[in-house]
């Protein structure tokens, strides 16, 4: 048997694996208009500036993906996150220079607004007569950073940003942002930070109607979501700086684990979170270091994000450098 992806599955397995997943994954409704400005973002950020480089560009990924358990879906597997991370970390990433594509899912936190009210539109805004709306002033400093800073980060093509819900959309989406982003070398970095579903319901398996409750208990076959991280180091964009994450709940085996998603799936960095403090610390491991990054609890508002993406970033530029050190 030839192993050659440290996978354990041969290569042809996981490359048969792959094909049949987009193969049977139903088509993205909109991928011309995704394709359009990906290419437009991309082109634009690759323009070679003073620096004698283009702008560095980064893939934050943030939200779960669902896995539909009926064609025309009524009900699904969810992966649990809140986008919290993913949409403080994009903040970050834009403040220190990067460009952001910013892969979420539809619902979760959105770059500027996470200190919003959970239903801004009705508890930010007051009618003072017929024709008149303002911002109530409780809210007045939240709003104008959040409209003035997201405005300013799109119209200076410093933002893009796309939504998906199911597994399948996200993974489409980003094997064609991975394309797309090739073209950067070692300029453009992934942040993989969204919650990815390890099983899903092939499409030619699933039911098309709503399932009947009638039929008695629920008997279904999940199949293992093919390792796309290593497609992605090894295909897609081979010298992008790619970092992923590993969530667990029992903090025993978390680094371990970090450690085996690190070598198998080649990735630069590895974050290391347990659910229960994921905003108060996390671990950064790379091939010979655990790196502990915490929030400044003396410090209000701080966020583990303003730490942890200036480590990355500071990582980054030594790659640019050094391409093989790492
Ligand atoms: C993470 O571990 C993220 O840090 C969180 C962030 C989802 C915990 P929130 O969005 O939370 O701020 O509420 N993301 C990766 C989770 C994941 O599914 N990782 C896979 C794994 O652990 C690898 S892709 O096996």
């Given at each position: 048997m030839d192993v050659k992806n440290g996978l354990g599955v041969p290569q042809e397995t996981l490359d048969a694996e792959v094909k049949s997943f987009f193969e049977s994954a139903p088509p993205l409704q909109n991928r011309d208009d995704i394709s359009g400005k990906l290419e437009e973002f991309v082109e634009r950020n690759s323009a070679v500036s003073g620096n004698g480089r283009g702008r560095r560009v980064v893939c934050v990924t943030s939200g779960g993906t669902t896995v539909p358990l009926e064609q025309r879906c009524v009900r699904y597997i969810d992966n649990f996150s809140s986008g919290h991370r993913g949409a403080a970390s994009t903040e970050n990433f834009i403040k220190a220079g990067y460009a952001v594509i910013f892969l979420y899912r539809r619902g979760t936190y959105q770059p500027y607004c996470?200190?919003?009210?959970?239903d801004p539109l009705v508890e930010c805004f007051e009618i003072t007569d017929e024709s008149n709306i303002q911002v109530r002033q409780s809210h007045a400093e939240a709003v104008k950073k959040a409209i003035t800073e997201h405005h300013a980060a799109v119209a200076e093509g410093h933002l893009l940003k796309l939504p998906f819900t199911t597994i399948f959309e996200y993974l489409q989406m980003l094997q064609m942002i991975g394309v797309s982003m090739s073209r950067l070398g070692a300029n453009a970095m992934f942040y993989l930070a969204a919650a990815v579903s390890d099983f899903y319901v092939p499409w030619k398996n699933m039911a098309e109607h709503k399932i009947q409750s009638a039929s008695g208990p629920l008997d279904m076959r999940l199949v293992q979501v093919p390792k796309m991280l290593s497609v992605l180091r090894k295909d897609w964009a081979p010298l992008a700086f790619c970092i992923s994450f590993k969530l667990e709940t029992d903090a025993k085996i978390l680094l371990e684990k970090a450690d085996v998603a690190l070598k198998k799936n080649k990735m630069h960095m590895v974050v290391a979170n347990e659910l229960s403090n994921r905003n108060e610390e996390v671990v950064v491991v790379t091939a010979n270091e655990k790196i502990s990054v915490r929030r400044d609890k003396t410090q209000v508002g701080d966020d583990?994000?303003?730490?942890?993406?200036?480590?990355?970033?500071?990582?980054?530029?030594?790659y640019l450098e050094n391409p093989d050190d790492l």
């Open positions: 996470r200190s919003l009210p959970e583990v994000e303003n730490h942890l993406i200036r480590l990355l970033v500071e990582r980054h530029s030594a």
